[in-house]
């Protein structure tokens, strides 16, 4: 081989060598070292090298386990200690007294952790109140007890104290909103408010005694949990980048977070800090406190009982009735069935939520994969055991299927169909039970002629009607490819993956209703999918 041509093939490998080192340090990179505010996070490793620190002070913010186990070194500190029976932060002295007989000082450093989504953002809601009392050297374990834990890392047992010391606050106050500022600022464009609570909270489900069911007028859904990989460490930078300006919060924007009590808030607020945001707030009043007055504005999902979650179905299958006090969206108790919509067989033999029934979500279809004839389709339906007056509620992998099977129980008349936001996903994550043994149906009279609601189907000739008369709107949901190679004339490519977060569970139908108002769509508009 020539000169030339092994000069050559070095260039080639060494630029290889250096795409895999660049592409390996930019995972690394990319998801720590380039948030705007990285010193905030610390890695176990940093973490590690502190234990013993003069003036470093490891707080444990989780709920219970401390006694048991914790990083050596580290002081308990509960954010509900420093509440009133409101939930708010109590006054400043009263802050300076406890912190003072907790041995915190201003300005010692701080390294927080939890043990992340189960500890419903305790960490930053520590982590904010000490930065609101003028802390300026505040930090957040990555990954969390979760993370500590699955490196095997050293623990100890029993509890560690400090000496009092002398704590006087330096207020920040701009990080705290009150119900005022939000009432004032919530409808300007350069405000954005954040609610990152359960998306049955948002959608009007009342779960933890607000007075209210539904969410702050304006308010963007973002479920906290949606901030973590899953192995508990932060997002990198990359994904919440995405994340939060997909929403339209960007960092030249204030923006403020609530969620019941200014908890999960509080690791919004974090979030944002970590994220080079200069205008952050937490708001820890939160739902408890706007709830209660009715002149604050709040909104719900119209027909939000439909979409249903784990602790809803949970109850239902332990003979409860689901929904809480003040919630009229409660199970009507006329007989209920849960099934599995499923292409294959298979993941209901892995395990399926206890005393689901499996259904193809093709069982309705013809050979033309049109509807079946309307008394086959009733036959079809009496075969799973459902009547018209029957509670249903629906889950499964596909969020099309799904879709489908609900539209056909709705057209077919059955009054009282729900989907299980998340599907089975959801269920397990929220350690929801499971079985694999094979449910079967008993068939039932339907109690009503089919279809209840014909006005659900559009048929070929209604399209071209429409088409002609230009007064409905067609809507492609098919993948892009499907739709260049051909389609109805003047059918418009919708992505309904743009309609689900990252997790599967629905997308706030406020971002949706917005995306179909980029559309053209308004609710009193007549409307075609295929």
């Known amino acids: 081989m020539e000169k030339k041509e092994l000069w050559f093939l070095f260039i080639i490998l060494m630029f290889f060598f250096f795409s895999i080192v660049n592409g390996c340090g930019e995972s690394i990179d990319t998801k720590v070292n380039r948030y705007p505010n990285k010193s905030l996070l610390f890695s176990a490793d940093s973490v590690e090298a502190s234990i013993g620190d003069t003036d470093t002070v490891i707080i444990d913010a989780r709920s219970s386990g401390y006694s048991s186990s914790h990083i050596p070194g580290a002081i308990s500190m509960l954010w509900s200690d420093y509440t009133d029976t409101d939930f708010n932060l109590k006054s400043v002295s009263d802050l300076e007294i406890q912190l003072s007989e907790a041995g915190i000082r201003r300005n010692m450093r701080f390294i927080i952790y939890d043990d992340t989504t189960e500890s419903w953002g305790a960490a930053g809601r520590i982590f904010w109140m000490l930065e609101y009392l003028g802390c300026t050297d505040v930090h957040l374990l990555n990954g969390g ?3 500590w834990i699955a490196d095997g890392r050293l623990t100890e047992t029993g509890t560690n104290t400090l000496p009092i010391d002398i704590f006087k606050a330096q207020l920040k106050e701009d990080v705290l909103a009150d119900k005022a500022h939000i009432l004032d600022r919530r409808a300007d464009e350069d405000f954005v408010i954040i609610d990152p609570r359960e ?24 479920n906290y949990t949606l901030f973590f990989n899953s192995d508990k460490t932060v997002l990198g930078y990359e ?21 019941t009590a200014g908890i999960r808030s509080g690791f919004v607020y974090f979030v944002l800090r970590l994220m080079g945001y200069g205008q952050c707030s937490n708001y820890d009043g939160s739902i408890y406190e706007w709830s209660a007055d009715p002149a604050c504005p709040m909104d ?55 005393g689901a029934i499996n259904a193809y979500f093709a069982i309705f279809n013809g050979d033309n994969k049109s509807l079946l004839p309307d008394i086959e389709l009733q036959g079809a339906i009496e075969n799973l055991g459902i009547t018209y007056d ?60 089919v279809p209840g609601h014909p006005e659900y189907l559009a048929t070929m000739s209604d399209v071209q009607k429409a088409l002609q008369s230009g007064d409905i709107m067609l809507f492609d949901i098919r993948t892009f490819q499907e739709y260049t190679d051909g389609h109805i004339p003047g059918g418009i490519l919708m992505d309904w993956n743009d309609w689900l977060d990252t997790d599967g569970t629905f997308r706030s139908y406020i971002e949706v209703e917005q995306m179909w108002s980029d559309f053209g769509i308004h609710r009193d508009d007549k409307i075609i999918f295929y």
């Not at 998306?199 to 859904?221: F, K, P, T, V």
């Open 145 to 147: 007890w979760d993370r």
């Open 199 to 222: 998306d049955e909270e948002y959608n009007g489900w009342i779960l933890y005694g607000e007075m209210r069911g539904g969410h702050i007028q304006g308010a963007l859904s973002m």
């Open 239 to 259: 994904d919440l980048k995405d994340l939060l300006e997909s929403r339209g919060i960007t960092r030249d924007k204030e923006v403020s977070s609530y969620c």
């Open 300 to 354: 719900m999902l119209p027909n939000y009982q439909k979409l249903v979650y784990p602790g809803w179905v949970e109850e239902l299958i332990t003979g409860s009735n689901p929904g809480t006090e003040g919630s009229p969206a409660t199970y009507p108790g006329k007989g209920y069935t849960i099934i599995e919509v499923s292409e294959t067989s298979e993941n209901y033999d892995t395990g399926h939520i206890p």
């Open 390 to 449: 029957s509670t249903v509620i629906l889950y499964g992998r596909s969020a099309p299927a799904v879709g489908r099977f609900a539209w056909t129980l709705m057209y077919a008349g059955v009054e009282d169909v729900r989907i299980l936001n998340g599907g089975y996903n959801a269920w397990i994550k929220n350690n929801g039970a499971k079985e694999t043994t094979e449910n079967a149906s008993v068939s039932v009279p339907f109690k009503r002629d």
